[in-house]
């Protein structure tokens, strides 16, 4: 711990006067002597030059012996010397202290200390430069003061608050960081504001502009007490807390334009799902009538009609790809939030199967799932699999195989759907899944919405799973693959 | 071949059904179908006419449409949960996945999309009505420090989180809370959970299980309130004093 220069030498003040005389002898220095070492030196000079010149004027006008006049000269030099250098040390002590501790308050100012003021004694030109020093702390310590409340107030700026309850707070702000009577912001070309009159006595009108970059947004006008000062540090801080107040209306005024988007496109959404609904609505009730209407007529009649089955089941499809064409609708602005049911994979699809009402088609279906149960939503899975069977159907040729199968190590229940069309290429691929696509087949026959693949992979992975296309193999047409999380069905 | 007729254990002559809907084309034959099977059915075109009913006689279930002129059917639901805590049967051209039907789920018992198939709806009622004079506490029941049922809201309070449960857990749960503290069957619970449409077997009753015990229970692997009853079935248990108000509650 080596003492600080400063304070060792405020605590030895007897120690000056070798301090510096310590510092004469170095080459580098020689010519500015300390203070302290010229006022002596000027001293003697002052108490030797006249006592010297009279001495030689007594020695050569031959009023004293020269013997006599030498050796009084000499003593009175000597006694020159010491009061020289006494004087020298009394005065330059009593000159330097006041010069050192101002030195030292200003080491404090910069070192951030701003508390302690000179204590000013007197009124000489020393005193006042300790007041000036005191005056420029005070007024640092303020602006100081000052930028903590700006950078407080700007740091408090949330876009979210909205801009006129910024421009309100940092109206406020102001008042209580600079000191004003009363500050308000104004919205308007600055240029149409003229500036206003000094009240003598009373106040003093200050004016900012608010920018955010180049734009002039308006104007932060505030008046001053006359009591206080205005001073060209306080308008440069004022001019900086305006831009930066600017920049954050500025941010409000965004954020209020993407929440105002946002309502608006939420608004859209639900204008568009209720659209969706009232679709639903309008086109599922006649089918629902039409369907309950022929079940009826077949559960009365004794002789069972084949057509009410096909009234049934063509009401069923069309009903389907409404509710295809709405998933689709939906997929954009609803989560899907699927059940998470417990599903027998093998009864969907003999069920799926039979609710198609193909005749002149067989299915090839081999279940080696036992003892493995799939997790799902049972309706949607329905969804997927009527899809996907009406594919096969549509775009294949004869017999459709389905597999199920588990894998325990990876927990997951699979089923395959393979027809014996001509299958897909590779480029086919790429789109196959995209929206409002179909395969070659059926851009030629019209046939379809190109919706199912889009609709049924979408439902697929909300439910945990994928569908996927498998790799193509000699022998066979176009294989789709679905995949579940699976669940071991024992007792537990 | 009756169903109604099986329905009937429960003191009254048919289950009485209300159906509500705005078309004609739907209430009149459906109304036919479920008379021919053997339930009371009374009928009405809109929410206002469905709760004068409700006025002179309380069903055993209400089917509603989701969409109606005038009054919907979530305010009608509403209606009707504050007047008596009758099972309700959506019948909606909106499917179960569109979110205006979430705000159902407090609400509805089941939901079923037109167009509907007659018999999985019927199959449907006889699930629902399999719970009829069961009750559970409607404001909650407290099984214990970790654990609280809120089966209406068909929601679980599990160390202080908030667990969602599925339709089928709920009815699930709901049958077991109904017989706290006693084994309900496998059997039981099969026909609570699943209609006869859905063709369920036993494991789905284990796998379900299994899978309401990882929604829980603090420890999936040492269970404290859904006990195994190896063979028979299932038990719901409350620990420490928790089941104490449910006498109360429930009586």
Redesign the interface.
């Known amino acids: 711990m080596t003492p600080d220069p400063l304070t060792s030498e405020r605590a030895k003040p007897g120690d000056h006067v070798s301090v510096v005389v310590d510092t004469e002898p170095r080459p580098r220095r020689r010519l500015s002597l300390s203070f302290q070492t010229r006022l002596t030196l000027t001293l003697l000079a002052a108490a030797i030059v006249p006592l010297g010149v009279f001495g030689l004027v007594l020695i050569v006008t031959g009023t004293v012996e020269p013997q006599v006049g030498s050796r009084l000269l000499l003593f009175m030099f000597a006694i020159a010397v010491a009061i020289g250098i006494l004087g020298g040390a009394v005065i330059g002590l009593d000159l330097v202290r006041p010069l050192r501790e101002i030195s030292a308050a200003v080491q404090r100012v910069s070192a951030g200390d701003l508390s302690q003021p000179i204590p000013v004694e007197g009124n000489d030109v020393l005193a006042q430069l300790a007041e000036s020093h005191n005056r420029l702390a005070g007024d640092a310590e303020r602006r100081n003061r000052q930028l903590g409340l700006i950078l407080a107030a700007v740091e408090s700026a949330e876009p979210r608050d909205g801009t006129a309850a910024l421009a309100e707070r940092a109206a406020r702000d102001a008042e209580r960081a600079f000191g004003f009577i009363s500050a308000e912001l104004r919205f308007v070309d600055p240029d149409t504001v003229e500036e206003e009159e000094r009240i003598p006595g009373v106040s003093l009108p200050i004016r900012a502009e608010l920018r955010a970059g180049d734009e002039r947004l308006g104007l932060l006008l505030a008046s001053l007490p006359a009591t206080q000062t205005w001073e060209r540090a306080d308008q440069t801080l004022l001019d900086l807390y305006a831009s930066e107040i600017g920049v954050a209306l500025r941010n409000a005024e965004l954020f209020e334009q993407v929440q105002d988007q946002n309502v608006q496109l939420r608004r859209l959404s639900e204008v568009k799902?209720d659209f969706l609904?009232g679709v639903?609505?309008n086109?599922?009730?006649?089918?629902?009538?039409?369907?309950?209407?022929a079940?009826?007529i077949a559960?009365d009649s004794a002789a069972r009609d084949p057509r009410l089955g096909t009234i049934s089941d063509q009401?069923?499809r069309l009903?389907r790809m409404v509710?295809q064409l709405?998933?689709v609708g939906?997929l954009e602005s609803?989560p899907?939030?699927?059940?998470?049911?417990?599903l027998?994979l093998g009864?969907r699809v003999q069920r799926a199967w039979d609710a198609l009402g193909v005749r002149d088609r067989t299915l090839d279906f081999e279940d080696t799932a036992a003892g493995w149960?799939a997790?799902g939503d049972?309706?949607?899975l329905d969804q997927v699999l009527w899809a996907l069977l009406d594919n096969a159907v549509k775009y294949g040729e004869g017999t459709v195989a389905v597999r199920i199968g588990a894998d325990a190590t990876a927990g997951v229940v699979w089923t395959t759907i393979t027809d014996q069309g001509r299958g897909l290429d590779e480029s086919d691929r790429e789109w196959l899944f995209g929206r409002f696509e179909r395969g070659p087949a059926g851009r030629t026959s019209g046939n379809g919405s190109g919706l199912g693949l889009y609709v049924s992979r979408a439902l697929m992975r909300g439910m945990g799973g994928d569908l996927v296309l498998d790799p193509p193999s000699t022998g066979r047409g176009a294989s789709f693959r679905l995949t579940l999380p699976g669940?071991?069905?024992?007792?537990? | 071949m009756f169903p109604g007729a099986a329905a009937r254990t429960h003191g009254h002559a048919a289950p009485r059904i209300l159906l509500v809907d705005d078309d004609r084309d739907l209430l009149v034959p459906l109304a036919d179908q479920l008379r021919h099977d053997g339930f009371d059915v009374t009928t009405a075109r809109d929410g206002d006419e469905a709760l004068r009913r409700l006025d002179s006689s309380w069903p055993d279930l209400l089917i509603i449409d989701l969409l109606m002129p005038r009054m919907d059917g979530l305010t009608l639901a509403r209606e009707v949960k504050a007047r008596a805590d009758l099972p309700i049967i959506v019948l909606s051209a909106i499917d179960a996945g569109d979110n205006k039907a979430d705000l159902l789920d407090e609400f509805a018992e089941d939901y079923v999309t037109k167009p509907y198939h007659y018999s999985e709806l019927r199959a449907r009622i006889q699930r629902v009505l399999r719970r009829v004079g069961d009750r559970v506490p409607r404001k909650g029941l407290d099984l214990g420090p970790d654990l609280s049922l809120e089966l209406h809201r068909r929601q679980a309070v599990v160390g202080g989180q908030e667990v969602q449960l599925t339709p089928t857990e709920s009815r699930l749960l709901f049958a077991l809370a109904a017989n706290l503290g006693q084994t309900v069957t496998t059997e039981t619970l099969l026909s609570r959970g699943w209609a006869e449409t859905d063709e369920a077997e036993p494991s789905y009753v284990w796998v379900t299980m299994r899978r309401l015990r990882q929604k829980l229970e603090v420890d999936p692997n040492r269970p404290r309130h859904l006990l195994t009853v190896r063979g028979i079935g299932y038990r719901l248990v409350a620990v420490g004093n928790a089941g104490a108000g449910l006498d109360q509650a429930d009586v």
């Open positions: 799902d609904r639903s609505h086109l599922q009730t006649p089918l629902t009538s039409i369907r309950s209407n079940e009826a559960a009401a069923d009903s509710q709405l998933l939906r609803q899907l939030r699927p059940d998470t049911d417990v027998a009864s149960l997790i049972g309706d949607q669940e071991p069905a024992q007792e537990a």
